[in-house]
């Protein structure tokens, strides 16, 4: 029932407040199904913790995230949700979600909205195909009857692992790390840790992948690589990504929707080919107040 | 060649200067240590006495074993260093690693019939009580300590408290209700996971030291309510009378419906050792095969991941505070089930066996051991208890000391001693490797540099 266009995250008034800092002021914004949805601004603009409130992590001083799993019908009953004081309502194959109500590991359980981190984190000790077998723990801890079945080893947990692995296979092979299946993931050189980070978020069966700076510290042929991956991901799996790059090689190629963030505040939300023209963007970008950007731009030659 | 005569020549001096400094050290050290010592003479007034000759002789032992050291252990070190490091294991060594462990449980398994067949059946109950059981409750007791600190990270320093939750759950229900062993073992289990889980919840929100004084003041709490509550526990005095185990219902006792007699034996205290000993290492074969299929399982592969980092786990949706909970529940259940056993055997327990010197020795086994594997700890137990039980033994040390020196009060210093050495070589215990839970193709040991230790 997924239709692409529909909107899938929609993050309404999100405030979130440090003290006296206002991290993240005031943003609204929309994410559509199946498109990739980039998020973007100098560094310390709230990127992060933008990420961090809709993944649960921090819990918002202000705003709605609501979040739609299939049909898009179901945001009518958007505001019955938030007045009955619960985190999410399903329909079916479709459901409703209120992100901002829900604990960290509820929003990947149940909304299925999985993430990476900007510093990677891997299981370093446990092996390449652990660390994606540790993704789909929800879906092993119920088919192992929360480790009962499990412990007297019955065939029904041996078939559900077996399918595991076979899932974990398959993401190795998508992500080039088959060769590499039983090395400790600490092994990994940095771009591979990274494909492999993203390769295990898929394994938690997400409806929207967030990722925090994938491309920091790759080569140009890993951002190439890539970039690949994030459009098959999209394309073949429907999956809707939201991203944090810094890299405006992947952020312009790939995304099909850009919201720029500077100081907490939004200042510019659209297509990439508006944004990378926007005067506020390439203001907040050079550090300069708007009136003087057109002079600084034909210094540096713009 | 004239070069290498030359840093031979260097070396030399070097290695003196060390040898006088070590010296100097050891005397300064043990002149107020071993040098003087205080005597009651017969007015039963304190008199300062010397031991010269006894302390000129441990310094020039140190003095001697540090020169031992630089011209001797230090090259020898060194070499092995530099030696390059074999890239394929030999064909023994993996059939050893095959043959090991099977070879272990055999051994375990026969080891009250070669003892009985070596020392007949007066000598065999020392072997079988002491170095049998004793052991065994210390592997299961680490085994069970693995769990919430090898594969979960969490690090307990009150772990006894659940081993005498366990004791003291068999002792009363047993004395007051007259349940049998086999109803209260399960029982016991329940209970200590039940307080496991209860010191679980506070605790979740610490890590690493914060952790580690929480559950240490927790075993101290367990510790003193025993002391105090004195109406149900009866205080320090502690619960003498504790019935035993049965035989199936067949009790061991010299009566005419006693086990030896049912069977047509001669009565012997044996028996029951023996009986005991295989129970034993029934719970303790319980506890390894349930850890090993739990580290397969998801519970104990998000253990583990919760160890690596909790925070990628709460990020995969895994619900860290149950995950936590099991781990210390799990950990829990099993010293229940050794405590249980341990109140079963001795027949009396008193608070004093589960003081804190109790949870750092099983902490001690586990960390030894190498956390996080079920082969290092046993061998780390056996080293642990066996070790200083054997001290016992050294009598011949009489002999070179003279008559008045007794080994086991040297037993903790020893101790102390083979730990430093220990943790010296192998910073992170015996077994310093992770086997994988899983593999596509063939296991790889995961080399211990990557795997975590855990922060909380």
Redesign the interface.
């Known amino acids: 029932m997924t239709i692409a266009g529909d909107i899938l995250l929609r993050v309404e008034h999100l405030t979130m407040r440090f003290g006296g800092l206002v991290a993240v002021d005031d943003l609204s914004f929309e994410a559509r199904q199946g498109e990739i949805t980039a998020l973007i601004g100098p560094n310390g603009a709230g990127k992060t913790t933008v990420f961090n409130c809709i993944t649960g992590f921090y819990k918002p001083s202000e705003g709605r995230l609501g979040l739609c799993h299939g049909d898009a019908a179901i945001w009518s009953e958007l505001d019955a949700l938030t007045d009955s004081g619960k985190r999410g309502i399903t329909r079916g194959d479709n459901g409703l979600y209120l992100l901002e109500r829900m604990p960290d590991y509820l929003v990947t359980q149940n909304a299925r909205v999985a993430r990476t981190f900007q510093n990677i984190r891997l299981f370093p000790g446990m092996t390449v195909l652990e660390n994606l077998l540790v993704a789909q723990h929800n879906a092993l801890m119920v088919a192992s009857g929360y480790t009962l079945f499990g412990i007297f080893g019955l065939p029904s947990y041996h078939r559900a692992e077996h399918a595991s692995i076979e899932k974990a296979r398959d993401w190795l092979n998508r992500v080039g790390l088959i060769h590499r299946a039983d090395d400790p993931a600490g092994d990994l050189p940095y771009g591979d840790q990274r494909r492999l980070e993203i390769a295990r978020a898929m394994c938690t069966d997400p409806v929207l992948l967030c990722l925090d700076e994938p491309a920091a510290g790759l080569n140009p042929r890993e951002s190439a690589q890539l970039n690949e991956l994030l459009k098959s991901i999209g394309n073949e799996h429907g999956i809707s990504i939201l991203l944090i790059e810094h890299d405006m090689s992947v952020v312009m190629e790939i995304s099909d929707h850009v919201v720029v963030l500077d100081y907490g505040i939004k200042i510019s939300d659209g297509a990439p080919d508006v944004v990378r023209n926007d005067p506020k963007v390439i203001a907040a970008y050079l550090g300069v107040p708007d009136h003087e950007v057109e002079k600084v731009g034909a210094e540096i030659g713009l | 060649m004239s070069e290498g005569a030359a840093n031979q020549r260097i070396d030399t001096v070097a290695a003196l200067r060390d040898a006088a400094i070590t010296t100097l050290l050891a005397f300064g050290l043990f002149l107020p240590l071993i040098g003087f010592q205080t005597v009651t003479n017969i007015r039963n007034e304190l008199e300062l006495d010397t031991r010269w000759p006894l302390l000129f002789s441990i310094v020039a032992v140190v003095g001697v074993a540090r020169l031992a050291y630089s011209f001797l252990l230090a090259p020898w070190l060194e070499r092995i260093k530099q030696r390059p490091v074999a890239t394929t294991t030999p064909a023994w060594r993996t059939s050893f690693g095959k043959w090991f462990v099977p070879f272990c449980i055999g051994f375990v398994i026969v080891y009250p019939v070669i003892i009985i067949a070596a020392t007949g059946y007066g000598g065999a109950l020392k072997w079988v009580d002491n170095f049998g059981i004793q052991i065994l409750i210390y592997v299961m007791l680490g085994w069970g300590l693995n769990i919430v600190v090898g594969l979960a990270g969490l690090l307990d320093l009150g772990y006894v408290a659940f081993y005498a939750v366990g004791a003291y759950a068999y002792a009363l229900l047993a004395k007051e209700f007259g349940f049998s062993f086999w109803i209260l073992l399960p029982l016991a289990g329940v209970m200590s996971s039940f307080w496991g889980i209860l010191l679980g919840f506070p605790v979740l929100r610490l890590r690493g030291d914060y952790l580690a004084i929480v559950t240490l003041a927790f075993g101290e709490i367990i510790r003193i309510v025993l002391v105090n509550w004195v109406d149900v526990t009866n205080g320090y005095a502690g619960i003498s009378g504790i019935p035993r185990p049965s035989f199936f219902g067949i009790p061991f006792n010299a009566n005419d419906d006693g086990f030896a007699a049912t069977f047509g034996l001669e009565f012997s205290p044996i028996y029951r050792t023996i009986f005991l000993y295989y129970l034993i290492l029934a719970l303790a074969f319980l506890t390894a095969f ?1 850890t090993v ?2 580290r ?4 104990g ?2 253990w ?2 919760l ?3 909790e ?10 505070t149950h995950t936590k909970l ?1 781990a210390f529940g799990m950990g829990a259940m099993f010293a229940g089930f050794a405590g249980s056993f341990f109140a079963a055997r001795q027949g009396f327990i008193s608070p004093e066996s589960f003081t804190f010197l109790e949870s750092a020795t099983i902490l001690a086994i586990v960390v030894l051991g190498g956390m996080g594997s079920q082969i290092g700890v046993a061998i780390a137990a056996i080293a642990m208890i066996g070790g200083t039980e054997i001290m016992r033994e050294l009598e011949f040390l009489k002999a070179i000391f003279g008559e008045s020196f007794d080994p086991t009060q040297y037993r903790m210093l020893l101790f102390g001693f083979a730990m430093v050495i220990i943790m010296v070589l192998r910073p992170r215990g015996l077994i310093s490797h ?1 086997a ?9 040991p ?2 211990v540099d ?3 230790q855990g922060h909380g």
């Open positions: 349930v299929r739990l397969r399982l998801p519970v592969r998000a583990e991941a160890r690596e980092d925070i990628a786990c709460r990020s995969l949706g895994i619900n860290t099991t992770r994988p839970s899983v593999f596509l193709k063939e296991p790889k995961v080399p990557l795997v975590k």
